[in-house]
């Protein structure tokens, strides 16, 4: 089994930023896609960012495109995602996921199948 823990979650003012990482521990996740994604209150999970197994492809919602850059170091944490230029409709909790089919960055949830159990990213207006 893997166990994914976030960190680097908390408040920041509005046009802050922020950098999420994920640790891994278990089986290893390097031949994984990884992923992020956020599910603010009374709202479904919804995704926020990809990278393939090999770091070579990413995807992102629209909504975080040109804001958001996720990475990946195998070596050390498996994968940060960086946030720059935070707004309030960012807020929400930040799942790190492990999985995809072929280690494609997908965005379909679905393909994710191991998650962590979330880190508060609250921006303030």
């Known amino acids: 089994q893997v166990q994914l823990v976030e960190d680097g979650g908390g408040l920041v003012q509005a046009g802050g930023s922020l950098r999420l990482s994920c640790a891994a521990s278990?089986?290893?996740?390097?031949?994984?896609?990884m992923a992020w994604c956020r599910q603010a209150p009374g709202k479904e999970r919804e995704f926020v960012a990809a990278?393939?197994?090999?770091?070579?492809?990413?995807n992102y919602v629209d909504s975080v495109n040109t804001r958001f850059t996720i990475s990946r170091d195998n070596a050390k944490n498996p994968v940060y995602l960086q946030m720059n230029g935070l707004n309030a409709e960012d807020t929400a909790v930040y799942y790190c996921?492990?999985?995809?089919?072929?280690?494609?960055?997908?965005?379909?949830?679905?393909?994710?199948?191991?998650w962590g159990q979330g880190t508060q990213v609250t921006v303030s207006s």
């Open positions: 278990g089986r290893s996740v390097s031949n994984k896609a």
């Open positions: 990278i393939s197994w090999t770091g070579s492809t990413t």
């Open positions: 996921a492990a999985g995809g089919i072929g280690g494609r960055a997908s965005a379909s949830r679905e393909q994710y199948y191991y």
